[in-house]
């Protein structure tokens, strides 16, 4: 015969996780159920199971699993069935004279640090924020040619034309070079130091041969209209496979500019930090941004009062260059802005 389950069972005892703190709640028992009504050698805690019903429980302790009725019969106060679910540890102590006693456990809780292993990130963002737009070096201006012409007179040269370049370094069948303008030249919003030059990609071409100093190529990408006097540097090998990686040490930079000379970013944006090899950043390194707190007056004090920073958002570096690299935002939760505070994960 079996009962409905465990609404009785808290008439002894209510459910936690570890028997370190003890603490006992008095019922009525009227000398009815004494400790040598519990079965010997019991183990114990009592692990409850999905399914389990009073009988099962009463047994596992009495030697008369209907002792436990003239308990329950003696406490009908006690009604709730949601302080015992599956795990719940029960303990019985029988040592207390003229009947038992519900132990109460206090809760036990294991703290351990999360540990979250982010995938690379979608090489099809990689590949779209890696070709058109870099940094490159002041001295690195004129690149290593220039578009020179096109086979037709046309002004501007589109994909799969022959176009003709002048390199100043030797150039095999088959090597692709990136054709390139410069935009601006980057400045460190907190120092006011130059840390690069913008530069934006037009697309790529191949070279196919060479005669009298002048090169063959074929235009094989194209993001923007090709033009005479276009640049030319070596392409980029991206590698496609970016896996995050936390920073080897505390680092601290900011938001250099937005793509597209955008005032804000978000999600899948790409931006330029202030931090490149030199500070040993690498391709891979994850990066908080932070956001300065508003300056405020008290209300009470009528002083100004500065509002903590908070976390904004989440780069990974794409490309680093020597004072700045590269990088993609993969979470955001409010706008990025130029000049927001680039932060090694886990610093504050």
Known sequence: MKFSPVILIVALFSIYASPAAVQADELVVNEVVTASDLKPNVPQPYIVKKGDTLWDIADHFFKDPWKWLKIWERNLYITNPDLIYPGSEIWFDGGRPGGLRVVKLAPHIVVKPVERLEGAVDSSIVMTALMRQDFIHPDQLQGVGHILDARDERINFGLHELVYAELNQPANSGTLFDVFRTTKTVVDPASGDAVGVLVEHLGQIRVTSEEGGVHRAVVEKVFQEISRGDRLKPARDPDLKVVPQSAARPMSGSVLYIRHNGELA???????????????????????????????NDAVSGEKVRLPREKVGQVIVLVPQEQASLALITDSTAPIKIGDTVLSTGQQ
Do not use: F
């Not at 994850?286 to 300065?292: A, D, F, L, R, T």
């Open 266 to 296: 978000g999600q899948h944006q790409v931006l330029g930090i202030s931090l490149g090899i030199r500070d040993g950043i690498k391709a891979g390194t994850v990066m908080s941004i932070y956001q300065n707190g508003r300056v405020i």
